[in-house]
C-alpha cells in the first residue's frame, strides 16, 4: 500500500500581502443611462409639462406611441463631470426660473 502525504503552506503576513492581487478599473455610464435616469427624475418636477424631442422626434412618437422619456434629453459623460442639455415645455404663468432650479437639483440628485 502507498502511503499518502498531504503538505499544508501557510503564507506568513509578508508573503500573503504580495499573493493578493488588485485589480485596476473604473466605473463608467454610458449617455443613454443617464438620460434615462434624469427622464426619469423629471416626471416628478411640478409646472414642468414634458422635455421636448423636436419635430421629427414628437412625430415619430405619435405614431409610434412609446413612453420614450429619453426624447429631448442630450448628456454628455465625462469622467467627472455630466453635460445635460434640455428641451423643455413648462406650464403657462408658471416661474421658469424656479422651475429651472428644480430641474437642476432633481437631475444632480439622481445622477449623483
Not at 506568513?12 to 435616469?37: P, R, Y
Request: aromatic share 4%; proline share 0%.
Amino acid at each position: 500500500m502507498a502511503e499518502q502525504t498531504s503538505k499544508t503552506v501557510k503564507a506568513s503576513g509578508a508573503n500573503a500581502n504580495q499573493e493578493q492581487h488588485q485589480v485596476a478599473g473604473e466605473l463608467t455610464f454610458e449617455d443613454k443611462v443617464i438620460q434615462k435616469i434624469i427622464g426619469i427624475a423629471l416626471e416628478n418636477v411640478s409646472g414642468l409639462l414634458h422635455v421636448d424631442g423636436g419635430f421629427f422626434s414628437n412625430m415619430a412618437e405619435r405614431i409610434s406611441s412609446s413612453d420614450n422619456v429619453t426624447n429631448g434629453i442630450e448628456t454628455e459623460v465625462g469622467k467627472e463631470q455630466v453635460a445635460v442639455d434640455l428641451d423643455v415645455v413648462i406650464e403657462y404663468r408658471k416661474d421658469a426660473e424656479q422651475i429651472y432650479d428644480q430641474i437642476k437639483k432633481v437631475a444632480a440628485e439622481q445622477v449623483k
